[in-house]
T-cell receptor, first 114, second 113 residues
């Protein structure tokens, strides 16, 4: 079991470009969470997804950010028209199911907007 | 509402001396609590978790934490620090039902030789 895989590990985008961050949960896990870590801060919840469903997106900015977790393939966090303030580390975590309290985190994608 | 306060942003100890990282939480129900460690430019590793079983929880690498409901605390301790313990530590409380995590702002542990 390779664990939670995130790619790319590092991503540089110019202002106005799109960023796509991918997360493959652990095998057998169907619940995915995205968190954002701004410099010198803790992680902040963004969105919780199950396969083909967004369960809780209360932490997502209202504009430019979207997330999906299709039936096949990884979960994608998409940021359109990136701005400097989007520069952060984005972490994905997966749980086996809703009652499983243990989260397994990926190594994160570090997005830098120049 | 759930929240976590880590009382120290930086802690510095000498190798071989005890470690204490403080955490207070706020929760409207019986919480699940966790400590995670993050080494520079790495992901998060679970140290230990409390999920309403024994109040003294033992984790990996000699760390342990005690859940004290009356004090709403979940402090992390280790009897003897090692150089490899230098990292950032996050106290986390979980949202009931959805496993949404609320992170503290982190404590950076520095271990001096």
């Amino acid at each position: 079991n390779a664990g939670v895989m995130q790619n790319p590990r590092h991503l540089v985008r110019r202002r106005g470009q799109e960023a796509r961050l991918r997360c493959s949960p652990m095998k057998g896990h169907s619940h995915v969470y995205w968190y954002r870590q701004l410099p010198e801060e803790g992680l902040k919840f963004m969105v919780y997804l199950q396969k083909e469903n967004i369960i809780d997106e209360s932490g997502m900015p209202k504009e430019r950010f979207s997330a999906e977790f299709p039936k096949e393939g990884p979960s994608i966090l998409r940021i359109q028209q990136v701005v400097r303030g989007d520069s952060a580390a984005y972490f994905c975590a997966s749980h086996k199911d809703r009652d499983d309290t243990e989260a397994f985190f990926g190594q994160g994608t570090r997005l830098t907007v120049v | 509402a759930q929240s976590v306060t880590q009382l120290d942003s930086h802690v510095s100890v000498s190798e071989g001396t005890p470690v204490l990282l403080r955490c207070n939480y706020s929760s409207s129900y019986s919480p699940s609590l966790f400590w995670y460690v993050q080494h520079p430019n790495k992901g998060l590793q679970l140290l230990l978790k409390y999920t309403s079983a024994a109040t003294l929880v033992k984790g990996i690498n000699g760390f342990e934490a005690e859940f004290k409901k009356s004090e709403t605390s979940f402090h992390l301790t280790k009897p003897s620090a090692h150089m490899s313990d230098a990292a950032e530590y996050f106290c986390v409380v979980s949202d009931q039902g959805f496993n949404k995590f609320y992170f503290g702002s982190g404590t950076k542990l520095n271990v001096k030789p």
